[in-house]
């Protein structure tokens, strides 16, 4: 009786060690995973400053094209070249399609961005 007490006893302290010894295993395969998590994430949130810096770039030029497709098609209007100031329309009305388009993706980038920084803040705060 005693000694199946104490087997009964040492099998179920090795099957905790087992079992404790696989989930210690475990927690370092999280622990690499979430070292490739942090560096995912970092580069992907230079790339999206990359492409937010590219947007804001492209903005700034379409913004002074449609000043000057303005001030053509003011001009052409003035004149009365109505054949001009239609093909100008045309164009100034394709310039801003593309500014609402870009800055459509601003938004987007600028989202994606502060999703970015809140997914590896709380990498970093599970970290350990």
């Not at 199946?4 to 006893?9: E, K, M, S, V, Y």
């Amino acid at each position: 009786m005693r000694h199946n007490r104490l087997f009964a006893t040492l099998a179920v302290v090795a099957g905790l060690g087992v079992s404790g010894a696989s989930s210690l295993m475990a927690g370092e395969r999280d622990w690499y995973q979430n070292q490739r998590d942090v560096r995912y994430d970092r580069q992907d949130l230079r790339s999206d400053h990359q492409d937010l810096a590219r947007d804001r770039w492209q903005v700034e030029r379409l913004r002074a094209d449609v000043a000057h497709d303005r001030a053509e098609l003011n001009e052409f209007i003035r004149c009365g070249n109505q054949r001009a100031a239609s093909a100008k329309a045309a164009e100034l009305a394709q310039h801003q399609r593309q500014l609402h388009a870009l800055n459509r993706d601003i938004r987007y980038d600028q989202r994606d961005i502060r999703n970015d920084h809140r997914d590896l803040r709380n990498d970093y705060r599970n970290r350990w």
